[in-house]
Nanobody
Framework: QVQLVESGGGLVQAGGSLRLSCAAS????????MGWYRQLPGKQRELVAR???????NYADSVKGRFTISSANAKNTVYLQMNSLKPEDTAVYYC?????????WGQGTQVTVSS
């Protein structure tokens, strides 16, 4: 089993920055990819950013140029640096890890951007 612990959410004004962290622990053999998703009430969870074990990244169009995903493989940790935040970035952000080709999810962390 893999457990994920997220941190770094909170309240910030528009234009501000936040950094999310997610650490994976447990019986870890092979992490294929790590990423961040977000979800608004009543809406589907959507991909924000993802990084593979080989370092390939992809981003939602809405966050390109503002968010940066990175990982510390030795620590099984993924980060999401969020700059120039907008009110429409307000959501619950979930960490996702693809481990041995199985998805694991964090508990979610609230990000609120005030205008």
């Amino acid at each position: 089993q893999v457990q994920l612990v997220e941190s770094g959410g909170g309240l910030v004004q528009a234009g501000g920055s936040l950094r999310l962290s997610c650490a994976a622990s447990g019986t870890i053999f092979s992490i294929n990819a790590m990423g961040w998703y977000r979800q608004l009430p009543g809406k589907q969870r959507e991909l924000v950013a993802r990084i593979t074990s080989g370092g390939t990244t992809n981003y939602a169009d809405s966050v390109k140029g503002r968010f940066t995903i990175s990982s510390a493989n030795a620590k099984n940790t993924v980060y999401l640096q969020m700059n120039s935040l907008k009110p429409e970035d307000t959501a619950v952000y979930y960490c996702n890890v693809l481990h041995n080709w199985r998805d694991y999810w964090g508990q979610g962390t609230q990000v609120t951007v005030s205008s």
